[in-house]
Protein backbone atom coordinates (compact mmCIF):
# COMPACT_ATOMS: atom_id res chain seq x y z
CA UNK A 1 0.00 0.00 0.00
CA UNK A 2 3.01 2.57 1.17
CA UNK A 3 4.34 1.67 -2.67
CA UNK A 4 2.41 3.43 -4.98
CA UNK A 5 2.11 6.78 -2.88
CA UNK A 6 5.98 6.84 -2.52
CA UNK A 7 6.05 6.77 -5.79
CA UNK A 8 3.62 9.56 -6.23
CA UNK A 9 5.73 11.36 -3.69
CA UNK A 10 9.00 11.14 -6.01
CA UNK A 11 6.98 12.32 -8.57
CA UNK A 12 5.56 15.11 -6.91
CA UNK A 13 8.80 16.28 -5.61
CA UNK A 14 10.67 15.72 -8.79
CA UNK A 15 7.98 18.08 -10.87
CA UNK A 16 8.04 21.02 -7.56
CA UNK A 17 9.37 23.58 -9.26
CA UNK A 18 6.77 23.01 -12.28
CA UNK A 19 3.89 22.76 -10.11
CA UNK A 20 5.11 25.96 -8.47
CA UNK A 21 5.34 27.75 -11.65
CA UNK A 22 1.94 26.64 -12.41
CA UNK A 23 -0.07 27.14 -9.10
CA UNK A 24 1.76 30.61 -8.15
CA UNK A 25 -0.68 33.28 -8.75
CA UNK A 26 -0.40 35.99 -11.64
CA UNK A 27 -0.40 38.91 -9.56
CA UNK A 28 1.58 41.99 -10.62
CA UNK A 29 4.91 42.03 -8.50
CA UNK A 30 7.18 45.07 -10.16
CA UNK A 31 8.76 47.67 -8.26
CA UNK A 32 8.63 51.60 -9.73
CA UNK A 33 10.69 54.18 -8.40
CA UNK A 34 8.37 57.38 -9.29
CA UNK A 35 5.53 58.16 -7.01
CA UNK A 36 2.44 58.60 -9.78
CA UNK A 37 3.58 54.96 -11.68
CA UNK A 38 3.39 53.60 -7.32
CA UNK A 39 0.23 54.85 -7.42
CA UNK A 40 -0.88 52.91 -10.79
CA UNK A 41 0.86 49.81 -9.81
CA UNK A 42 -0.99 49.85 -6.66
CA UNK A 43 -4.13 50.25 -8.21
CA UNK A 44 -3.04 47.51 -10.55
CA UNK A 45 -2.51 45.15 -7.82
CA UNK A 46 -5.86 45.88 -5.87
CA UNK A 47 -7.90 45.61 -9.05
CA UNK A 48 -5.96 42.12 -9.53
CA UNK A 49 -6.71 40.95 -5.43
CA UNK A 50 -10.81 42.25 -6.32
CA UNK A 51 -10.80 40.29 -9.11
CA UNK A 52 -9.03 37.04 -7.33
CA UNK A 53 -11.26 37.93 -4.54
CA UNK A 54 -14.68 38.14 -6.55
CA UNK A 55 -13.40 34.39 -8.53
CA UNK A 56 -12.59 32.54 -5.22
CA UNK A 57 -15.98 33.56 -4.16
CA UNK A 58 -18.16 32.26 -7.04
CA UNK A 59 -15.70 29.18 -6.56
CA UNK A 60 -16.69 28.67 -3.08
CA UNK A 61 -20.26 29.36 -4.21
CA UNK A 62 -19.80 26.56 -6.62
CA UNK A 63 -18.48 24.19 -4.51
CA UNK A 64 -20.98 24.77 -1.54
CA UNK A 65 -23.82 24.04 -4.28
CA UNK A 66 -22.28 20.79 -5.04
CA UNK A 67 -21.29 19.67 -1.40
CA UNK A 68 -25.06 20.46 -0.72
CA UNK A 69 -26.31 18.04 -3.52
CA UNK A 70 -23.61 15.26 -1.87
CA UNK A 71 -25.56 15.85 1.35
CA UNK A 72 -28.70 15.68 0.02
CA UNK A 73 -27.68 12.49 -1.85
CA UNK A 74 -26.30 10.85 1.07
CA UNK A 75 -29.59 11.48 3.02
CA UNK A 76 -31.64 10.04 0.20
CA UNK A 77 -28.89 6.87 0.15
CA UNK A 78 -29.43 6.36 3.78
CA UNK A 79 -32.98 6.54 3.99
CA UNK A 80 -33.08 4.07 1.22
CA UNK A 81 -30.77 1.57 3.36
CA UNK A 82 -32.59 2.37 6.35
CA UNK A 83 -36.22 1.05 4.35
CA UNK A 84 -33.91 -2.39 3.18
CA UNK A 85 -32.98 -3.14 6.46
CA UNK A 86 -35.87 -2.80 8.16
CA UNK A 87 -37.50 -5.34 5.16
CA UNK A 88 -34.76 -7.86 5.30
CA UNK A 89 -35.40 -7.29 9.26
CA UNK A 90 -39.21 -8.45 8.32
CA UNK A 91 -38.68 -11.22 6.47
CA UNK A 92 -35.87 -12.79 8.74
CA UNK A 93 -38.36 -12.65 11.52
CA UNK A 94 -41.17 -14.35 8.97
CA UNK A 95 -38.49 -17.05 8.11
CA UNK A 96 -37.27 -17.56 11.65
CA UNK A 97 -41.40 -17.82 12.65
CA UNK A 98 -42.09 -20.61 10.06
CA UNK A 99 -38.81 -22.22 10.84
CA UNK A 100 -39.76 -22.64 14.16
CA UNK A 101 -43.77 -23.66 13.08
CA UNK A 102 -42.50 -26.16 10.78
CA UNK A 103 -39.86 -27.82 13.67
CA UNK A 104 -43.46 -27.73 15.93
CA UNK A 105 -45.27 -29.51 12.95
CA UNK A 106 -42.37 -32.34 12.44
CA UNK A 107 -42.12 -32.31 15.90
CA UNK A 108 -45.65 -33.48 16.45
CA UNK A 109 -45.58 -35.41 13.92
CA UNK A 110 -42.77 -37.64 15.36
CA UNK A 111 -44.46 -38.01 18.44
CA UNK A 112 -48.09 -38.65 17.32
CA UNK A 113 -46.79 -42.32 15.38
Known amino acids: MALPWLAV ?15 KPGFTRKKVDALPSQTDLLNQQIAELQAAASSNAEQIQQLAAQVKEVVAALGQAATEA ?7 RRWSYTAVTMSVIAVLICAGSFFVR
Not at 9 to 23: A, E, P, Q, R, W
Open 9 to 23: GKLVLNNLDTIISVV
Open 82 to 88: AAQRAAA
